[in-house]
């Protein structure tokens, strides 16, 4: 670390979805920077080219977007330190392990995949107090030509390597637990532990955010950045996060993908604020915090070393409190280009950006999800609703009530020459209230035969909206069902 300035970096592998997991580490990432003036940086490492998905990056693009979250450099933003994606940067490791060759500080190993296979089966077998490599060629001084080997790491047999790691404190490990890693595979490429050292020396990284999954990869990187004679960067390992069970989060909990949220209609805001409240909090109470005050209050203070629950329940609680206060136009907006993208099969037609802004009213009170509001107006776009006379008759009603209840509200509404939703409701509660009909029987009849759904949005409005013909022509439909 050469310079004063945060620079923080999310180096994701292209080897699958974003998951919650890795946008987690990615926001806090960008809080940290983004609250100290900082520099946040995307660094693809994608060493394992095997596992390697063309097109994972994409999704990386599009989830970082989606959420918000800006980026100094990489994923297509070049800077000074680049090349940001590790194939690109062989030259680094190459030379890098040929320093720690000539300082003794690493060694070739050729041992065969055969005997390291063996070596593991007989330390499970004999219940081995420490697995892994057993330094078969460490002290060898063969250089066999036109075989191939891997590079490993020396590990010191004394002492610890230690962190002050910023949420969880001081942390040790003794040396003599750590095997000697490979730091070179026969294929040329580096493994996670020598790329990741590498680039965060070489793009001057002051502080690093991961998973606690990754604290026994400590002593690797330690020993490392003591072998080369540079400065590690400050660690901050994040909290599991957990089901409702206080297991690990995983597919079986349900979605874990960030896209996955993004089509069942969860908005950036909401995500943001969920997601920053896995690990970090502002007083340990406050639930509902906006984007800029979270910039404005993170600290690495404030992050805790106990897993966090994924609570989807909190989750739809909190979407539906930014949909509920979000201004009509933009939340119009929102659900325009979320049926765009993600046509719902509820409706015959999507609705026109002016339809999406009138039918708003209707449904933000009563949705937790963009997703949620297609079921309530699908009534609204479909050619043809379905019902049968069974389902038209409420319950306490006959089959002549019901006919009497909609041959009234067909004459009622056909009389209405200004059409709209107080004058509807008026006519409707009026005839209902003079003729002794139970309010709810008579708006209930009604509200099915124009829906074909036992619950809508208001319906006085939602007559409105339907309009005149189609509302009579729903009408006429009912009845002829009634009558069939």
């Not at 400050?234 to 409702?244: D, E, G, R």
């Not at 449904?363 to 050619?383: C, G, H, S």
């Not at 759904?453 to 022509?473: M, R, V, W, Y």
Request: hydrophobic share 35%; with cysteine.
């Amino acid at each position: 670390m050469t310079g004063s300035k945060v620079r923080v970096r999310y180096a994701p592998s292209p080897t699958g979805e974003p998951h919650l997991g890795n946008l987690r580490t990615a926001l806090f990432d960008w809080l940290f920077a983004r609250s100290l003036g900082g520099e946040f940086i995307v660094r693809e490492e994608d060493t394992d080219q095997a596992r390697k998905i063309d097109e994972a990056m994409d999704l990386q693009r599009l989830s970082l977007n989606w959420l918000g979250l800006d980026w100094d450099e990489g994923l297509g933003k070049d800077g000074k330190y680049g090349p940001y994606v590790q194939s690109r940067r062989l030259d680094y490791y190459q030379k890098t392990a040929e320093i720690l060759l000539e300082n003794n500080k690493a060694y070739k190993c050729y041992c065969s995949s055969e005997r390291l296979q063996n070596l593991r089966e007989e330390q499970k077998k004999n219940k081995s107090s420490k697995l892994g490599y057993d330094g078969h060629c460490k002290n060898s001084n063969e250089d066999i030509v036109d075989k191939s080997y891997v590079i490993r790491f020396s590990m010191p047999l004394e002492g610890v390597s230690a962190i002050d790691d910023a949420v969880r404190g001081h942390v040790e490990f003794p040396n003599q637990d750590v095997d000697d890693f490979i730091l070179i595979k026969s294929d040329g490429f580096p493994t996670y532990h020598l790329a990741s050292v590498v680039d965060d020396h070489y793009m001057d990284i002051t502080h690093v955010f991961r998973g606690e999954e990754w604290l026994p990869s400590v002593p690797r990187h330690i020993q490392l950045y003591k072998s080369l004679g540079w400065e590690p960067p400050i660690y901050a390992h994040l909290p599991y996060i957990l089901a409702p069970d206080k297991s690990k989060l995983s597919k079986r909990h349900g979605a874990t993908s960030v896209l996955d949220y993004k089509e069942k209609g969860y908005i950036p805001d909401a995500m943001v604020n969920f997601l920053s409240l896995l690990g970090w909090s502002l007083d340990g109470e406050t639930e509902i915090i906006s984007r800029d005050q979270i910039i404005n209050h993170f600290s690495i203070d404030r992050v805790n070393d106990s897993g966090a629950v994924f609570d989807i329940e909190k989750l739809d609680w909190m979407n539906g409190h930014y949909l509920r206060r979000m201004d009509v136009d933009k939340l119009a907006d929102c659900l325009y280009q979320y049926w765009s993208d993600y046509p719902p099969e509820e409706l015959d037609r999507i609705p026109s950006i002016d339809e999406t802004k009138e039918i708003v009213i209707l449904i933000q009170d009563r949705i937790k999800t963009l997703k949620d509001a297609a079921p309530f107006i699908a009534f609204l776009f479909k050619d043809k609703i379905v019902y049968t006379a069974t389902q038209l008759i409420q319950k306490g009603l006959d089959l002549e009530d019901t006919k009497n209840i909609l041959n009234q509200a067909v004459s009622l509404l056909n009389n209405i020459d200004d059409f709209w939703e107080d004058n509807i409701e008026e006519s409707l509660r009026t005839f209902a209230k003079e003729n002794n009909i139970k309010l709810g029987h008579f708006l209930g009849s009604v509200r099915f035969a124009i829906t074909a759904q036992d619950a809508s949005p208001q319906l006085f409005k939602s007559i409105e909206i339907l309009g005149k013909d189609l509302t009579l022509f729903r009408l006429d439909q009912a009845i002829q069902t009634l009558n069939s």
